[in-house]
């Protein structure tokens, strides 16, 4: 047996690990993540090929895309795999770890055992198909990534499989006793047209699915693939563990027999058809959970519970599924939706009982029901990362995880905020952060929010339309271009949107009536309400089938547009239940075509001094610097102090939308391989006194935050020159900061 010593081993290899490996590499740590497949990407990989889900909620949540780590693979996979090539992803997900000095790989590796002291794990032992070696993986800290916590269960921390009664939590979900039923796993299988005849002849232990419910219960469409039969889905009723290969078999005899029915009963258009390729390895959902310092229930993610140890955010619904899977005579999910994104606790990710145990991703502390919405993977990988960072400084602290949560909360949040870690709601509050007490100044800013544009679509309003922006007490009057077919009133309704993290419709707080008193286009105005402080205000103009609105490619932050459209509407309805019908499910964002109502507004909300608010991200306004709109030149950011001050880095955190949905690798496309809004090229120059000196020059940048490490010195000024954006006819920055 041959031992391999590091500060920090991280066992699982899918998003969570990942990010949990590289961000503790990053804060220096040595570590050795162990994956038992040969490749990277858990459920995302090749060999599974879920798609990759998180807080946007295939975009219904606004302003929720994953930063951090995660948001580094969206937007390099966004460049890199615009075509959704899942081999392509696997690669990116490959050189990602690899290009981590810190990080050493070990892949086809299963651990088989750990070694304890107490209720300290001391190292793992594992196997190496291939090469048959063995090896003793020993470390200070132990990141439980593999889903399924073989870690953490040869360890004797606490764990929970099945579902707990609403008596254990309080929750209205959870069944009125506590069973051991689970979410099912699911094979997936994509097809491809050939262009010319092909058959199939099903093997003898494929499924006859006219002898089945599923005939009956689910939509059978010959041009789906993928992620679209998610349904066929089993096990929930057996053991995820020891049942894994039962599960498997069942799930492939009944892949084969759908494919047999669409290619072979005469009744789809699949002549040209064949399979591209089924996968043999269960996408499963759901085992053990771990128990924590704190375990996630359904109140929290409903209620959006503001915890005080916030390190991360989720978006999707809480989404359970029968235990009898396909076979079910009920839809195939129940969810439900909160107001917008809800927030993680720091407590989820440790053991209760081992002192040196981290989990993350879908073995974290959470009860069944709120696992049925942190269980997607762009969750589970920033969990992932804020794990990572947390072993990272408990090694540094020499101190256990949970005296992290006593006596260091504040410094770790900080460090993750600093990453950009995926947290909302957190102001930076670094004391090392030389950019806090500098003057900021700015060669422009956008002064109105203005949306006309030359390039017009004319919106008929048969359906409610709604809009919003940040509301400061600078813009009391808007102007709308309208168009009326003849004399008619127009009812407004205005809105908050309640919560800083929330972007739809919530309190309704006055209306107005919009007299149209003639046929044509014209501006009309509107009187704003008096807020008692600035937020962000929701405007729905009521169904009027006599006036037309009209919509423009111009894009602005912070500012959104939607069609009320209601859940019935949905595809398939009998694959969703939707439990709880929350206002977020009547709207659509028109942002999905980069579109908005074409409105003015005077504003003051995108001044210089937003560089230095302390959030990077929107969180009840923009928090963001935007020049004038549609500026040629270039823009310049000067930060000044009164005193000279000794620099050595320098951190840009710029605009890169995240608003967008990228979630989906294998089939979401945007219409662009970079976002417009990320500023491509820039230079920083440093000035003392009459002295310039340029000590970064950056082209064809395509990400969000840039940490330049610079040589020592002592500076009056720093001057950041933004010299073109990808696309943007605006330059917009989040912070910067400097050390």
Known sequence: ??????????????????????????????????????????????????WVCGATKHGVNRYARETGIMGELFLENQFRNPQGNVFQWDLLL???????????????TEVLDVTMEGNKIVGVVARTQGSEEVFQFLGDYFIDCTGDGTVGANAQAEFHIGRESQ??????????????????STILFYTKDTGEKTKFIAPTFAKKIQDTSIIKNRTLNPTDSGCAYWWIEWGGELDTIKDNEKIRDELLSVVYGIWDYIKNSGEYDADTLDLEWVGTIPGKRESRRFIGDYVLTQQDIEKQTFFEDRIAFGGWSIDLHPATGMYTQAAGARHVVADGIYHLPYRMLYSKNIENLYFAGRNVSASH????????????AILGEAAG????????????????????????????????????????????DLAKEAQVFVTSELEEINTESECLTKQSLEKGQGFQFYKTKKNNKLSILLEATGATCLEVDFYLTGRKENYIPQEKITSETIQLTKAGRQWHSLTLPELSEEQTIFIVLKENVNVFTFLSPTVIPGVLSFIEDPIQELKQPELHDYARKSPILYWTNQKINRKNVVFKVETDGYSGNQLLNGYKRPYGSPNLWVSQLNSKKSEKITLSWKKPQKISEIILTLNDEVNEDLVNLHHHRTPF??????????????????????????ANNRVRQRNHKVDSQVVDQIEVQLLETNGSSFKSVFEVRVY
Not at 173 to 180: F, K, R, V
Not at 369 to 380: D, E, L, P
Not at 676 to 698: C, H, M, Q, T
């Open 1 to 50: 047996m041959r031992e391999i010593k590091k500060e920090i081993v991280v066992v699982g290899g899918g998003l969570a690990g990942i990010c949990s490996a590289i961000a503790a590499a990053r804060a220096g740590k040595k570590v050795s993540l162990v994956q038992n497949r040969s490749v990277l990407g858990g459920n995302s990989s090749s060999e599974v090929r879920v």
């Open 94 to 108: 490959l050189e990602k770890v690899k290009k981590e000095q810190n990080i050493e790989l070990y892949l086809n």
């Open 167 to 184: 008596s254990t939590y309080g929750e209205s979900l959870a069944p009125e006793l506590s069973d051991n039923e689970l979410l099912g």
């Open 369 to 380: 029901v709120a696992f049925g919405t942190i269980r997607v993977m762009a969750t589970c």
């Open 389 to 432: 960072t947390a072993a990272a400084m408990a090694h540094n602290l020499n101190c256990t995880p949970r005296e992290i949560y006593q006596h260091h909360l504040v410094e770790y949040q900080q460090e993750l905020l600093k990453n950009d870690g995926s947290v909302i709601g957190l102001k930076n509050e670094d004391k090392n």
């Open 673 to 698: 391989e970079i976002m417009p809004e990320l500023i491509k090229d820039y230079e920083i120059w440093a000035i003392s006194g009459n002295d310039r000196k340029l000590l970064v020059k950056v």
